[in-house]
């Protein structure tokens, strides 16, 4: 993984793992899809809950947790899980590599117990760094030629929130952004420009390199 995509995953797994707790009771079980070396499970180790690892290298591995290979671009990918089988799904930095955003929205919806939440982060590339890019260059954030190659699929905050959780069962219970003021991981004099034009636009994705998203299923 490119030094500045780690960067990336690293903040946006801080913060996972802040809402995650927030929501893991002692004996609840997790699924933490998109595992890598299993960070994230080691991370919620004091949590004292059932962690289930996933990914589709086994090879990267590294935790002790009980693991499964599944790749998340197969249509019913849930099913090799257990359909309602966990109370905390946390994906961080997984639906911008998939091919099927909603597919993969459906099959967390799926995996999700009664009252469960998922927690999902992805870049925000809504974000004033994003835009002033993508109008300066005609590429996006964290999704270019200089980014982590599999960032394939980019998730717009009113596309998310109008069309694909509605299609997918869910609903946001919270949404955070990370940093929440700023820009953690753009050089200073820029970040203190955006920061300051930021104040002129309105919109809460304005500022923060990431979404951290709690879902819920509908009904």
Known sequence: MPARALAWWIWAAVRAQ???ARYACPGARMVDLGCGPGAMGERAEPLRIDIVAVDRN???YQGKHPFVALDF??????DALGIGAFDLVVAVEVIEHVESPIGFLRNVARLL??????????????????RLKFLLAGRLRMMDERSDPTHISPIFADLLLRQFLPRAGLRI?????FPPNGHQLTRKPIA?????ASKVFRGK???GDHHVLVLEAVG
Not at 73 to 78: C, E, I, P
Not at 113 to 130: E, M, Q, R
């Open 73 to 78: 671009d197969r249509l019913s990918f849930a």
């Open 18 to 20: 802040w809402a995650s």
């Open 192 to 196: 203190w420009t955006l920061r300051l």
């Open 173 to 177: 219970k919270e949404h955070f952004l």
């Open 113 to 130: 117990a009664k009252n469960g939440v998922a927690v999902i982060t992805t870049p925000n590339v809504d974000s004033l760094a994003a």
């Open 205 to 207: 994705e304005i500022s």
């Open 58 to 60: 086994s090879a990267v």
